[in-house]
């Protein structure tokens, strides 16, 4: 199911990417198409979950600097093949810190139950109904790690 869901926001992706293109005047051969990829994993603990979100966020830190490196464009490749460390610097150097969220620790998302306010159309009335969905969190994974806060306190909050 991830794959596929991975595989039809790249192809919807690149589809707008191509008409906006094509819209500008621009020919869409002239871009490199985008690729995402998408993880799901099943673990029979806590720990066992825990710790692989724990080196995904490491990983990212990791990832996310020598992104921010390449996209800049103006990087070498001297600098691109630097370790983390002389790539930090070289981003520094260049104003190119803090980097973005996404880049210096992923995205955490959690599914969550909401309260939330609908129309009836039956009974022509306002009603509340218990909804789940997925949410981002705004945090960094290993400061809520540290906390003891990956998993919400309550299932339920209201929207």
């Not at 981003?91 to 309260?115: D, I, T």
């Not at 949410?135 to 919400?152: G, P």
Request: with cysteine; proline share 4%.
């Amino acid at each position: 199911m991830c794959t596929v869901a991975a595989g039809l926001v790249t192809a919807h992706f690149n589809a707008k990417i191509a008409r906006l293109c094509i819209d500008k005047k621009i020919d869409p051969d002239d871009f490199i198409l985008s690729h995402f990829d998408c993880r799901l994993g099943h673990y029979s603990s806590w720990d066992e979950a825990i710790s692989i979100l724990l080196w995904r966020a490491y990983d990212c830190s990791i990832n996310g600097v020598s992104d921010a490196v390449y996209h800049t464009r103006a990087a070498g490749k001297q600098v691109m093949g630097a370790p983390t460390g002389e790539k930090l610097r070289w981003l520094h150097e260049n104003g190119r810190l803090p980097l973005s969220p996404h880049q210096a620790h992923g995205s955490y998302f959690v599914r969550v139950r909401r309260v939330i306010e609908g129309f009836n159309p039956k009974t022509q009335t306002t009603v509340m109904s218990l909804r789940g969905r997925v949410e981002k969190v705004d945090a960094h994974v290993l400061e809520m790690a540290r906390k003891d806060a990956m998993l919400l306190e309550d299932d339920v909050l209201p929207s």
